[in-house]
C-alpha cells in the first residue's frame, strides 16, 4: 500500500488519471481517500495456505472479483496496470487481457501473488539486484530500490528529536513491530525496559493489540525512567520521525524495512517472523549479509534481546559500521523510477 501510495505522489495527477482498486473492507480505504485518489473495491480472497473448508468460498471470491475487475476495466479502460501486491490483484491481473501491466515486488523473494502476476507483467521493479534470480525472464526485471512517501523521508535528525522531545545527549532506541505490532517483541522489550531505559531512551511503537499491555508496564516505571520511554500505538506520518530520531531499530523484517532503515541509515537488530519460509527471513539475510542489521530468532528475544542492544549501543565503532553500510543500500529516486517506468508503458514520455 504505501510503496504504491510513493509512486502516485510522484507521477502527480495533473496529467493522470488514476484508480485505485482494492478488496473489500481493505484497510487502505481510509488512507487511499485520505489522500485524495479515486478508490473502486473489489471481492477477493487468497487461496496459497489456505484449509479445504475455506478454499470453496476464495474461490467463488476469486471468480465474482475477476467479473467485477472485467466491468471495472472495461469501464475505466486503463492505459497501464500497477501491481503491488494483495488479494484483489490475482483477479484484476486475470482480468488485464493485453493492457500494459508493471508489478512491484517489495521484498527481496516475491510472495505468491506477485510470482503469479510477474509471469505476464512487461516490466518487474525490484527492491534489489539479487532479486533478479528469482523471475524466469530477468531481461524483465528493473531494480528500482523500495519508494517511500514524501512524508516519511522529510524528517532530519534534529527535527525529529525536537518533535518528540527528546535528549539528544542520549542515544535512542526505536522498537516496533508493524502494523498491526509484534507480541513478541513487545513483551521482551517491556521486559527489559529496566535494563535499556538506565542507558538509552526509547520509542515504542506497539501496534494497538498490545496497547493496554504497553500502557500498564508504563505506568510501573520509576519517575526517572518513564522520562525516557515514549509509547505509541501507531505512527503514520510521524513514523519517519521515529526513524530519524532513532540510533537502533529492533523490529521484523518486512519489506518496507528495505526501504524505510537504509533511507536514515539506521541499523537495526532484526527479528523476522518465526515461520522458517516466510519472505521475512530472506529480507533479514540479505540486510544481514550485507552488514548494516544483525538477526535475532523469535524464541530468543527474551533471554537476549537486552544484551543484544545494549552492546551495539555502546559499541559505537560497530553501531557506525552497521549504520554506513545499510545507508549504502538507500534508494533515494526509486519512487522516480517506478514513475518513469508507469509512463513509458503507459505511452506517456512525460
Known sequence: MYPALAVLQELGNKDVELLWVGGEGGMEHDLVTRAGYQLRSLPAAGLHG???????????????????????????RPDVLFFTGGFVAAPVALAAGRTPTLAFVPDIQPGFTLRLIARFADVITVVAEEARAYFRRPERVVATGYPLRAEVTRWTRPAALQHFGLDKSLPVLLVFGGSKGAQSINRAALAALPQLLARMQVLHISGQGNWAEVEAARAQLPTELAARYQAFPYLHDDMGAAFAAADLAVCRAGASTLGELPHFGLPAVLVPIPFKQHLQHVNAGYLQARGAAVVLADE???????????????????L??????????????AAQLIATQLRQLGGSQA
Open 320 to 333: 557506525q559500521q552497521l549504520a554506513h553500510a545499510m545507508a549504502q543500500l538507500a534508494a533515494p529516486q
Open 50 to 76: 489456505v484449509g479445504l473448508l475455506a478454499l470453496p468460498g476464495n474461490l467463488w471470491q476469486l471468480a465474482r472479483g475477476y467479473l467485477a475487475a472485467r466491468r471495472l476495466l472495461a469501464e475505466f
Open 300 to 318: 530468543d528475544m527474551a533471554a537476549s534481546l537486552a544484551g543484544t542492544v545494549i552492546g551495539l549501543i555502546e559499541d559505537k565503532p560497530r
